[in-house]
């Protein structure tokens, strides 16, 4: 049974800081192409970033490009997302997302085959 279990959103300030964390079980973030995601009250879900099985595969929304970084670790198997100088447009529910059959990050939803319950995070300008 595949878990994905995103921790580590909460509340912050503008230009503050927070790393979400997606601890895998079921599946081998080192062997599947991982996501991050986020939907904003009233919005659909969106890509934010993602990681593929090699590392040289990483991919990031525009918008994040610069303030955000996906990193995983693989003794833990766990996908993280560092996330700086946060904005109150960052304000969203973040899930994290795997992919079990491409090798490279997806930018659309559809091709993840699993997800977690998702982790608020909430900025204050």
């Known amino acids: 049974q595949v878990q994905l279990v995103e921790s580590g959103g909460g509340l912050v300030q503008a230009g503050g800081s927070l790393r979400v964390s997606c601890a895998a079980s079921?599946?081998?973030?080192?062997?599947?192409?991982m996501g991050w995601f986020r939907q904003a009250p009233g919005k659909e879900r969106g890509f934010v970033a993602g990681?593929?099985?090699?590392?040289?595969?990483?991919d990031y929304v525009d918008s994040v490009k610069g303030r955000f970084t996906i990193s995983r670790d693989n003794a833990k198997n766990t996908v993280y997302l560092q996330m700086n100088s946060l904005e109150p447009e960052d304000t969203a529910i973040y899930y994290c997302?795997?992919?079990?059959?491409?090798?490279?990050?997806?930018?659309?939803?559809?091709?993840?085959?699993?997800w977690g319950q998702g982790t608020q995070v909430t900025v204050s300008s």
């Open positions: 997302a795997a992919d079990r059959h491409l090798g490279r990050p997806s930018r659309y939803a559809s091709a993840y085959d699993y």
């Open positions: 079921g599946v081998t973030v080192s062997s599947n192409a």
């Open positions: 990681i593929g099985r090699s590392t040289i595969n990483i």
